[in-house]
């Protein structure tokens, strides 16, 4: 089946450390993007690829590293930097510009 | 930069009304999306509209995009409990970055 998978569903982290999510996409898909999604709110873009080794900031990449090694991942490190971590992680593909955008299930990562 | 409002930001609606959603843009858009996501769940992409005025049906959903391309609207006739969730508008800014708008929750009341 084809998609894409983000892992875990649920992590938790204490303050201070840095974690990464992860992002795999079996579409064939040049782009891929990172959104974060806060309780009640909508979605803001962190980060964005458009092809393998190259990315671009979104609204909020403060605190956020990404990496694009491969078309197939689009890993999410949140760094010890972003001062409020808490929140739903999207993460996205889509197959050119001007097309439907698919989405992983999504991490909720919480920080205590 | 590019401002997507939308509105109204929650509904509530009884089983068998209508709703219907809003978006708006402080530039003129290219094309616009819509997406659905259920509770816990992840956006669903329903549709896309390119042109000025054009109206698309899907079912029991009616979306239509401005004449002049600012704006669009969603429109769910007679609603039934599988509606709930919140319906985002996206819009492309013309270089991959995809801009959500603020969304509508939508409560359905059986």
């Known amino acids: 089946d084809g998609g894409i998978t983000q892992s875990p569903k649920y992590l938790f982290r204490k303050e201070g450390q840095n974690v990464t999510l992860s992002c795999e996409q079996n579409?064939?898909?040049?782009?891929m993007y990172w959104y974060r999604q806060d309780p009640g709110q909508g979605l803001r873009l962190i980060y964005y690829?458009?092809?393998?080794?190259?990315?671009q900031k979104g609204d909020i990449a403060e605190g956020y590293s990404v990496s694009r090694e491969k078309k197939e991942s689009f890993p999410l490190t949140v760094t010890s930097a972003q001062k409020n971590p808490t929140a739903f992680y999207l993460c996205?593909?889509?197959?050119?510009?001007?097309?439907?955008?698919?989405f992983g299930q999504g991490t909720r990562l919480t920080v205590v | 930069g590019q401002q997507v409002m939308q509105i109204p930001q929650y509904q509530h609606v009884q089983e068998g009304e209508d709703f219907t959603t809003y978006c708006n843009s402080s530039?003129?858009?290219?094309?616009i999306q819509w997406y659905k996501q259920r509770p816990g769940g992840h956006p669903v992409f329903l549709i896309q509209?390119?042109?000025?005025?054009e109206v698309k049906k899907q079912k029991r959903l009616t979306f239509q995009f401005g004449e002049a391309k600012k704006n669009s609207s969603l429109h769910i006739t007679a609603t039934q409990t599988t509606d709930v969730g919140t319906y985002f508008c996206?819009?492309?800014?013309?270089?991959?970055?995809?801009?959500f708008g603020t969304g509508t929750r939508l409560k359905v009341l059986a």
């Open positions: 996205a593909s889509s197959i050119a510009q001007n097309t439907e955008a698919f």
């Open positions: 530039t003129t858009l290219s094309n």
């Open positions: 996206a819009l492309d800014s013309g270089t991959y970055k995809y801009i």
């Open positions: 690829s458009q092809i393998v080794n190259d990315f």
């Open positions: 509209l390119v042109k000025s005025g």
């Open positions: 579409l064939n898909h040049d782009a």
